[in-house]
């Protein structure tokens, strides 16, 4: 079998890149609803703070308020820290939706499925497949 030029198979290579770039779909852009995992966890992070500081406080203010020992501070401290953890499992169910489909259809790293893969597989090469 004899190998062709250098500069066929160079062409050939180009045309193949060319066609797979033409069929790769383009990332969606981040919108307001999609969040890195860092931004994800801070948020996170602070719906609990929140939760346990909102319910501190009213705890505080309540047995300050009536002259009690601080029965309601650590009541509405534990309500609050329900209150954070249920604002968390919320918003975990939030991103887990909003992901769905798109993400299963795309590769880890982010490229296109895989047609543009087979795109630029070499059909007469015995050794790419």
């Known amino acids: ?25 383009d990332p969606p852009a981040k919108g307001h609803g999609e969040y890195t995992q860092g931004s994800l966890a801070w948020r996170m ?13 009213i705890g505080y203010a ?8 601080p029965i309601f501070l650590v009541v509405f401290a534990l309500l609050g820290f329900a209150a954070g953890v249920r604002t ?3 918003t975990a169910a939030e991103v887990r939706e909003g992901r769905g489909e798109a993400a299963l259809a795309r590769r880890p790293d982010g490229a296109a499925p895989r047609q543009a893969d087979r ?11």
């Open 1 to 25: 079998m004899a190998k062709e030029p250098f500069d066929e198979r160079l062409k050939r290579l180009e045309d193949r890149i060319a066609a797979a770039k033409a069929t790769r779909e």
């Open 45 to 57: 992070v602070t719906e609990l703070v929140a939760g346990m500081a909102l319910g501190l406080g």
């Open 62 to 69: 309540i047995d300050w308020a009536a002259g009690t020992r």
């Open 88 to 90: 968390m499992l919320r």
């Open 119 to 129: 795109a630029l597989r070499d059909p007469d090469d015995p050794d790419e497949e």
